[in-house]
C-alpha cells in the first residue's frame, strides 16, 4: 500500500473509534490548524543575539552543548528557521528577543534600539505570513552583570534598563500593527541573589515602580499585547528572586496584563497545569512558555510526557485556547537546533491534539455523577487510542514530513547547510 493511502486507511479507522466515543475527529483537526506556536528564536543560536558581544547569555540562563551550526547572523537563522517551520503542521509565529536586531556591525545601546534595526524581520515574516514576538533583553550585558537591571538601587542603571523595556512595547506595537496579529511584548529580567538579601522589599518595591514606567504609554492590544514572566531561581540568583511567581501575579492582576508561565519556574513538584484555572480567574490571558527541566530549570527540549499533556488538558477541558499564547522556551546546544525546535513543537502540538481528542465531557460527566472509577478507567484507556493516526493524518493533510521523516529532511539539511558554518 502507498504510504499516502495507509495513512488515510488508518485515519479512517481512527475516526470511527473516535466517533464511538462522541468525539469528531474532524473538529479536533480544525481547531488544531488554528493554534499558534511561538517558535522562539534563541534555540537557533544558544543565546547569543546579533550584537556581537559576549559567548554567554548570563541572568542565569546556560547553554550546554558544541553541537556544530550554530546560526550565527540573521539570515542563517531565517533560513534555519524556515526549515523547521517547514517541517511543523501548521502556521506559527516567531518570538525575537531585542539582542536579535540587525545592528549592521554597529555597537547601538539597549536603550537606543529601533524599529528599523526589525525591519528586515518583520519583511521576512510578511512574506512567510506569520506573527511575530518580542522580549527586552535584560541580560548579555555590563549593566546587568552585577545581576539588577529593572530593580537596580542605581537610578541611572534602572533608567536605562526601563528605557530599553519602552523601546521594546513600542517596537512590538510597530510588529504587530505591520503584520496585522498583535506581539506579544514579553519583560523576564534576571533580578536576584546569589545569597541572602538582607533587604527583599527594596528591589521588589523598585521593579514595581519601574515596570509601571515601562507600561505607562497606552499601546492598541490590537497591535502588542504585555506579558511579565516570574521566576523561582537562576544561577548565581539561588536565595532571592526579585520578580518571582506571586510578585507578577499580583502584578499581572492589578495591572491586567498577560501572565507568562514558564513550565521551568516552579518548585519541581508544583505543577504548571494546575496554576491555569486558578491565574485566569484573574488575568485576562496568559502566555505559555513551554519548557521541560531535568532536575531543575534546565530548559530541555520540549518531549510529550505528562507534564506537557496535563498542560494540553487544562487548556482544552478549562476552554482557554483563546485566553492562551503557546510559546516554547529551550535551549539545547548537544543536538541538531532545527531538530530540537521540530521536536519541541511537534511535541507541543501533539499534545494538545492528544487533549482535543480525548472524550472529556464524558469525563466531566461521571465525575459530576459522582463516578471516579468509570472517570479514571475512561482516563487510562484514553491513552491507547489511535491519536497516532490521526496526527500522522493531519501531518500529511498540512503537507509536512509524517512520522520520523522530517528527520531526513534535517539530516540533509545539517549536510549541505549547517556542516559548512565551521
Ligand atoms: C529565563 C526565562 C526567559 C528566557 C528568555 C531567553 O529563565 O525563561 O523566558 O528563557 O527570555
Ligand atoms: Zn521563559
Known amino acids: 500500500m502507498k504510504p499516502k493511502k495507509r495513512v488515510e486507511q488508518a485515519y479512517r479507522l481512527a475516526r470511527e473509534r473516535y466517533a464511538a466515543l462522541g468525539v469528531d475527529t474532524e473538529k479536533a483537526l480544525k481547531t488544531l490548524s488554528q493554534l499558534r506556536v511561538s517558535l522562539h528564536c534563541w534555540q537557533g543560536d544558544d543565546v547569543r543575539g546579533f550584537e556581537g558581544g559576549a559567548d554567554a547569555p548570563g541572568g542565569g540562563l546556560a547553554v550546554t552543548g558544541a553541537y556544530p551550526g550554530r546560526a550565527r547572523t540573521p539570515d542563517e537563522l531565517r533560513a534555519d528557521a524556515e526549515k523547521a517551520f517547514s517541517l511543523i503542521p501548521g502556521r506559527h509565529r516567531f518570538n525575537l528577543h531585542a539582542i536579535y536586531g540587525e545592528f549592521g556591525g554597529r555597537k547601538v545601546e539597549r536603550n537606543e534600539i529601533e524599529l528599523r534595526h526589525f525591519r528586515g524581520w518583520i519583511d521576512w515574516a510578511r512574506q512567510l505570513g506569520i506573527g511575530l514576538d518580542f522580549n527586552p533583553t535584560c541580560f548579555a550585558h555590563p549593566l546587568a552583570a552585577d545581576g539588577f537591571t529593572l530593580s537596580h538601587p542605581d537610578r541611572s542603571i534602572r533608567r536605562y534598563w526601563i528605557e530599553h523595556c519602552q523601546r521594546c512595547r513600542e517596537i512590538g506595537a510597530a510588529m504587530g500593527r505591520a503584520l496585522g496579529t498583535p506581539t506579544v511584548t514579553n519583560v523576564w529580567i534576571p533580578d536576584g541573589m546569589k545569597d541572602l538579601p538582607a533587604d527583599r522589599r527594596g528591589p521588589r518595591e523598585r521593579l514595581l515602580e519601574a515596570l509601571d514606567e515601562v507600561f505607562r504609554k497606552p499601546l492598541s492590544p490590537r497591535h502588542n499585547l504585555d506579558a511579565v514572566e516570574g521566576k523561582l531561581f537562576g544561577i548565581g540568583a539561588e536565595s532571592y528572586t526579585v520578580g518571582m511567581h506571586e510578585f507578577y501575579l499580583g502584578y499581572a492582576v492589578s495591572r491586567g496584563k498577560l501572565l507568562c508561565l514558564d513550565a521551568g519556574h516552579y518548585h519541581p513538584t508544583e505543577s504548571l497545569a494546575d496554576k491555569i484555572s486558578s491565574v485566569l480567574c484573574y488575568v485576562p490571558g496568559i502566555l505559555l512558555h513551554v519548557s521541560r527541566g531535568v532536575r531543575w530549570d534546565s530548559d ?123
Open 300 to 422: 530541555h527540549v520540549v518531549i510529550v510526557n505528562d507534564d506537557l499533556l496535563a498542560i494540553a488538558q487544562e487548556l482544552v477541558r478549562g476552554r482557554y485556547l483563546d485566553r492562551t499564547h503557546l510559546g516554547l522556551d529551550f535551549f539545547d546546544a548537544s543536538i541538531n537546533r532545527v531538530a530540537a525546535w521540530v521536536i519541541g513543537a511537534r511535541s507541543l502540538l501533539r499534545a494538545l491534539l492528544f487533549a482535543l481528542l480525548e472524550p472529556w465531557p464524558q469525563y466531566q460527566a461521571l465525575e459530576r455523577a459522582g463516578d471516579y472509577t468509570g472517570r479514571l478507567a475512561l482516563m487510562e484507556e484514553a491513552k491507547h487510542l489511535p491519536w497516532g493516526a490521526v496526527w500522522d493524518y493531519y501531518c500529511a493533510q498540512q503537507g509536512v514530513p509524517v512520522g520520523e521523516a522530517w528527520l531526513e529532511e534535517v539530516r540533509a539539511y545539517e549536510n549541505q547547510v549547517l556542516r559548512q558554518r565551521q
